[in-house]
């Protein structure tokens, strides 16, 4: 029930196009959905995070958008660079509030960007 | 924004030695840290939940005699590897959480030969 399920493993995009990885989770006591970024050799970084109370949040060319029922949120990258070539892997945890629970990762996506 | 600094990044050590890594905070107090392995092209794998002034909570599997973890303030934790083999080798990465949500640091890659 802690698993958090993430598509595709790997991805390949042209420049200029969309990136997009999904993830799906059981536990509905999640109340926190991140999302990182991994370069080799480096720890994650956090791109955009998501509460349930919201479907959809954007920040630049990164967008989260949330389905509670289907309990499913996704990562869209607009425009994408080479630049962001990179490991993506979602997350979700239990109390996103003023305490922090331990984070379930996804298994991660590889995507490549294409020149 | 909130910093984390782990260091060393990359050490090698010879097996049956220990090795410390540390995870500081620079600019928030981290009341919990959290320890994470993570081998080539994997996931990252929690070993352990760490509370300032409290023992660690290590997750099923991980030998918490082997993984020593310490987080004697709300901006120092430390994970000494002890009598490291060649297995243990992986990418240790730590996070503090606190006034701000999960903050990662660099990672420390530890090869023992």
């Known amino acids: 029930q802690q698993q958090v399920k993430q598509s595709p493993q790997s991805l390949i995009v042209q420049k200029g196009g969309i990136s997009i990885i999904n993830c799906a989770y059981e536990n509905t006591a999640f109340d926190y959905f991140p999302w990182y970024q991994q370069f080799p050799g480096k720890g994650p970084a956090l791109l955009i995070a998501i509460r349930p109370d919201v479907s959809e949040k954007k920040e630049g060319r990164f967008t989260i958008s949330f389905n509670k029922s289907a309990k499913q949120f996704s990562l869209h990258i607009m425009d994408s660079q080479p630049g962001d070539s990179a490991t993506y892997f979602c997350?979700?945890?239990?109390?996103?509030?003023?305490?922090?629970?331990?984070?379930?990762f996804g298994q991660g996506t590889i995507l490549t960007v294409h020149p | 924004g909130a910093v984390v600094s782990q260091h060393p990044s990359r050490v090698i050590c010879k097996s049956g030695t220990s090795v410390k890594i540390e995870c500081r905070s620079l600019d928030f107090q981290a009341t919990t840290m959290f320890w994470y392995r993570q081998f080539p092209k994997q996931s990252l794998m929690l070993m352990a939940t760490?509370?300032?002034?409290?023992?660690?909570?290590?997750e099923q599997g991980v030998e918490k005699d082997k993984f020593l973890i310490n987080h004697a303030s709300l901006t120092l934790s430390t994970l000494t590897v002890t009598s490291a083999h060649p297995e243990d080798s992986s990418f240790y990465i730590c996070?503090?959480?606190?006034?701000?949500?999960?903050?990662f640091g660099s990672g420390t890659r530890l090869t023992v030969v």
């Open positions: 760490s509370n300032e002034g409290s023992k660690a909570t290590y």
């Open positions: 996070s503090a959480a606190g006034d701000l949500p999960y903050t």
């Open positions: 997350a979700a945890s239990i109390g996103g509030g003023t305490s922090y629970g331990k984070l379930t």
